[in-house]
C-alpha cells in the first residue's frame, strides 16, 4: 500500500528563514499532490496544490516542489514568522479517486 | 459565504453506544467526504459521497456508514463503539467540476469513547 512519510520530529527555526518540510512516498507517483495547513484543534486549510507534471508552484511566500523521480515533494516557507507555527500535512490524490492520502504531518515552530 | 459546518464540535460517547454527526457542505458544493483523524495522524478517508451516490469508501468496518441527503448535506453513523474509535471526524466537501481534488475542511467532531 502507497506509504506517505514527513518528518515526525518538529522542525523550529528562528523568524525570518526558510522553512523546508520533506514529504516522501513509495510505490506510483500521484496526480496530484497537496499540502494543508492544520492548527490544534482545527481542520485542515489547503495552501497549495501540485501537478505530477509540474516541477514547481509558488504562492505569496510558499513554493512547492514535485519529483516524481525521487518520489519527493518539498514545501518552503520563505520569511517565516511566528504566525505560520502549525502542522504543515502533505497529501496525495491519483486519478480516478477524490480521496487524499495524508502523511502524518510535521510541526513547524517559528520562534521570533 | 459559510464554510462547512459540522455538528457536534464535542462529544462523549461510552463503549456499544452509537453516534451521528452531521455535516453541511459549502453552498455549491456537492461532494462531501469523511475523514478519521486520531491524535498525532494525519486524516484517514472513511467515505466520499457525491450526488448522494458513495463514490468512495476507505478502509474501515461496517461499523461506519454515512448518507448523503438531497440537499447535499451529510451523516456519519458508527455503531456498537470501541474505543479506538475516538479522533476528531472532519467532514469536507468539493467543488463540482473541478479535476482537482482541492477539499474545504470543517472544524471536525471531536469523539471521546470511554
Known amino acids: 500500500s502507497q506509504k506517505i512519510e514527513q518528518n515526525s520530529e518538529a522542525l523550529n527555526i528562528q523568524e525570518g528563514k526558510t522553512a523546508t518540510l520533506t514529504c516522501n512516498y513509495t510505490?506510483?507517483?500521484?496526480?496530484?499532490l497537496q499540502w494543508y495547513r492544520q492548527d490544534p484543534g482545527r481542520g485542515p486549510v489547503f495552501l497549495l496544490l501540485?501537478?505530477?507534471?509540474?516541477k514547481e508552484k509558488r504562492k505569496e511566500r510558499l513554493k512547492v516542489t514535485f519529483d516524481t523521480t525521487l518520489k519527493q515533494s518539498l514545501f518552503h516557507i520563505t520569511a517565516s514568522q511566528p504566525a505560520d507555527s502549525a502542522t504543515y500535512l502533505c497529501?496525495?490524490?491519483?486519478?480516478?479517486?477524490?480521496?487524499?492520502?495524508f502523511g502524518s504531518g510535521t510541526r513547524l515552530q517559528v520562534q521570533p | 459565504d459559510a464554510g462547512v459546518t459540522q455538528s457536534p464540535t464535542h462529544l462523549i460517547k461510552t463503549r456499544g453506544q452509537q453516534v451521528t454527526l452531521r455535516c453541511s457542505p459549502i453552498?455549491?458544493?456537492?461532494?462531501v467526504s469523511w475523514y478519521q483523524q486520531v491524535l498525532g495522524q494525519g486524516p484517514q478517508f472513511i467515505f466520499q459521497?457525491?450526488?448522494?451516490?458513495?463514490?468512495g469508501r476507505g478502509n474501515f468496518p461496517d461499523r461506519f456508514s454515512a448518507r448523503q441527503f438531497p440537499n447535499y448535506s451529510s451523516e456519519l453513523n458508527v455503531n456498537a463503539l470501541l474505543l479506538g474509535d475516538s479522533a476528531l471526524y472532519l467532514c469536507?466537501?468539493?467543488?463540482?467540476?473541478?479535476?482537482?481534488?482541492?477539499?474545504?475542511f470543517g472544524e471536525g467532531s471531536r469523539l471521546t469513547v470511554l
Open positions: 459521497y457525491y450526488e448522494k451516490e458513495e463514490r
Open positions: 453552498s455549491g458544493h456537492k461532494s
Open positions: 469536507a466537501s468539493s467543488h463540482p467540476g473541478r479535476d482537482t481534488g482541492e477539499l474545504f
Open positions: 510505490n506510483y507517483s500521484p496526480a496530484y
Open positions: 497529501a496525495l490524490e491519483y486519478t480516478g479517486r477524490r480521496a487524499l492520502t
Open positions: 501540485i501537478r505530477e507534471n509540474e
